[in-house]
């Protein structure tokens, strides 16, 4: 059942993913839309607490519900703005690499059981998502400081996001409170962020905001099931293979071809996932 809803959480990062990728083609703010859906959800989230009734709801879940939310927009900042001092395919690549620190801190810290095979399988799935997203470049334009400082703070983001999705399970703080919390202090950071940035606000942002913001939503109910019910290990790096979702995509979508290293890598990838089920 986790691994499931692994899989559906892959699948919804993988498709919002995707709307960005579509989304900066046709040259709108990733903060305007990434502003949008954290406070469409926020609302979502926020109402249905409500008419189920909130429980539980203490200082630890808004403190920690806030950091996580504030760390993923603060990574996904970090990463548009690390496309615009290197190439994005060793970019996407080496920011890939951040499913490594949630995955040891849940072996280290909370002492999860891994098998072999099991380890074997997380090894797989996260080469797999590095191997799919490379896309060689002969044009190299690198501001090679600023590149690998914003690499490094979305890495460190992300990773450090990852590790307090799993505490929050670990202190047994209610999924939805963890859901409001993050999504409200994700909205007040974008806000700040937006304000100082002072990009033109387009009328298709709110549109698909919605949209992105919905599938959030059912992406994160999901992780945080998985990783209330399953392997934390397991379910990192299922999750990072959303960039499997963003290749098929474009493969239908935008009519991209698909590289023979990138096949092999889509391949390795569930052949990763069957083996952490062996």
Known sequence: MWVG????????FGANNMIFKWSTTKGYSKIHIQLYFYLIAFILTMIY??????????FASVVLGAIIG???????????????????SITSSL????????????????????TLLQWIGIIIMICSAVLIQYSPSNHMHIEYLPWMMRISFAILS?????ILMKASTYLHI?????LICMYGGGTVYLMINSFIQK???????????????????????????????????????????????????????????????????????????????I
């Open 158 to 162: 992300l990773g450090v996001l990852g």
């Open 49 to 58: 607490g409500l008419i189920v009734g909130l429980h539980n709801f203490n």
């Open 199 to 277: 990009e033109k606000w387009q009328t298709p942002e709110a549109k698909i905001g919605f949209v992105v913001g919905i599938i959030s939503v059912i992406g994160y109910s999901c992780y945080f099931f998985a990783l209330q019910t399953g392997i934390a290990s397991i379910v990192f790096s299922i999750v990072s293979l959303s960039c499997l979702v963003v290749v098929c995509g474009s493969f239908v979508v935008f009519h991209e071809k698909l590289k023979l290293y990138q096949i092999v890598g889509i391949i390795t990838a569930l052949m990763g996932i069957i083996f952490t089920k």
């Open 174 to 178: 209610q999924p939805l409170n963890m």
């Open 5 to 12: 809803a692994a899989l559906s959480t892959m699948f919804c």
């Open 70 to 88: 504030i760390l993923n927009t603060n990574g996904n900042i970090q990463m548009s703005k690390a496309f615009e001092k290197g190439p994005a």
């Open 95 to 114: 920011i890939s690499m951040n499913a490594i620190i949630p995955i040891l801190s849940a072996a280290l810290i909370f002492h999860e059981h891994i």
